[in-house]
Structure formats: C-alpha cells, structure tokens
C-alpha cells in the first residue's frame, strides 16, 4: 500500500518565526488532507489539497502531484499553533486514507 | 450545529467486557469511518461505512464489530477479543469515499 513519509517528527520554534512541513508519498493520490491535532486530540481540517497550492490566513500549502510531495506553511508562530500536524493520503483504487505519523510543533513564547 | 459527535469522552472497562462507543453525525455524509490512535502514533483505520447497510473491514479490524443501521449512526463495540483495547478512538465522515473527511472529538477508552 501506499506509503506516507512526514518530516521532521518534530519541531521547536520561537513565537513569530515560519516553519515548513513536509509530506512525502509513494503513489499517485486523488486525495490529500493536513490536520492539526490540538491538546485535547481533536483533529482539525486544515486543507484538501490533493494538487495545488492553497492559503488560509497564516497558512497555506502546496501539493506537487507529480513529485509525490505536500508542503504546510505556517507563517508568524503563535503559541497556539503547537500540536501535532498530520498528512493523511488516499490513492487511486483505494478506499481509505493513510496517515504518516506526524510532525509535533512546540511554538515557545 | 453540524457535526460530528462521540459519547462518552471518557470510557474505562474492565478486562474482558464489551463497550460500544457512539458515533453520530447531522452532515448528511454517506460515508463513515473508526480509526485507532496510540500514544504518539498517527491514526489507522479499524472499519469504515460507505453507505447505510455497508461496511469494509480496515487494517485493524481484529477485536472489533460495528453496525451502520442508519445514515446518522455507526457505532463501534471493542469485543474482549481485541487484545489491546485502551487507545483514543475517533469517528470522522465524508460525502463519500476519499471526499475530505471530517473527525469528531475521540473517546478515550481505558481498560483496566
């Protein structure tokens, strides 16, 4: 099946600083999300970004199809942003996402 | 408000008893789904729904059963044959298979 790659695992970052996340796959995809999972485990839709690059505030992201890779952006930390980030990937012909195994960000005041 | 809702937040069994956790959602999704989260892990699909009547075993199905009686409603009983059941427990939908899905806030399920 297909494999999903996030990198780093991990993240440590003053308030005010930009960070970048990155998601590797090894298949085609038709599907591609980024969640954010706060302190209390809920995930929080950030993007459906399968292809493209989209903007939503401090964060956008993009998805090179082609290369088999998706970025997150966040610029201007605040603390609030800490959590962990997931990428989740469905591909073609199958009926599920996978997710990799996330990126923990600890933005410091 | 639409959403996706869990009951209870908290659940904990002892060892060797059945627990059903609830899902429920007012989205209108067809399609329904119960992932596992361990301690520092990502999430892994246990079963999914892609239409009332309907379900798929995931990659973990093992220990687990589920109904889908209803649009609304996909519960999910953790049996005394799922060797490790204490884990956080989410429930997310979509419009369809592989359309965004959308999660509900988890169970925390302890057995003692």
């Known amino acids: 099946g297909i494999q999903v790659e996030q990198s780093p695992p991990d993240l440590i970052l003053q308030e005010g600083a930009n960070s970048t996340l990155r998601c590797n796959f090894s298949?085609?995809?038709?599907?591609l999300q980024w969640f954010h999972q706060n302190p209390w485990g809920q995930l929080i839709n950030l993007f459906y970004?399968?292809?493209g690059t989209k903007q939503n505030g401090r964060l956008s992201a993009t998805t090179v199809a082609t290369e088999r890779y998706s970025l997150l952006y966040i610029s201007s930390s605040q603390t609030t942003d800490s959590g962990v980030y997931f990428c989740a990937v469905g591909s073609e012909g199958a009926q599920k996402l996978v997710f990799g195994q996330g990126t923990r960000l600890t933005i410091n005041p | 408000d639409g959403g996706i809702t869990q009951s209870p937040k908290y659940l904990f069994r002892k060892e060797g008893q059945n627990v059903t956790l609830s899902c429920e959602q007012n989205l209108n999704h067809d399609a329904m789904y119960w992932y596992r989260q361990d301690p520092g892990q990502g999430l892994r699909l246990i079963y999914y729904s892609q239409i009332v009547n309907d379900f798929q075993k995931g990659d973990i199905a093992e220990g687990y059963s589920v109904s889908r009686e209803k649009k609304e409603s996909f519960p999910l009983t953790v049996t005394s044959a799922q060797k490790n059941p204490t884990a956080f427990y989410l429930c997310?939908?979509?419009?369809?298979?592989?359309?965004?899905?959308?999660f509900g806030p988890g169970t925390r399920l302890t057995v003692l």
């Open positions: 997310a939908s979509s419009i369809g298979l592989l359309n965004e899905q959308f």
């Open positions: 970004i399968p292809s």
């Open positions: 298949d085609s995809v038709n599907n």
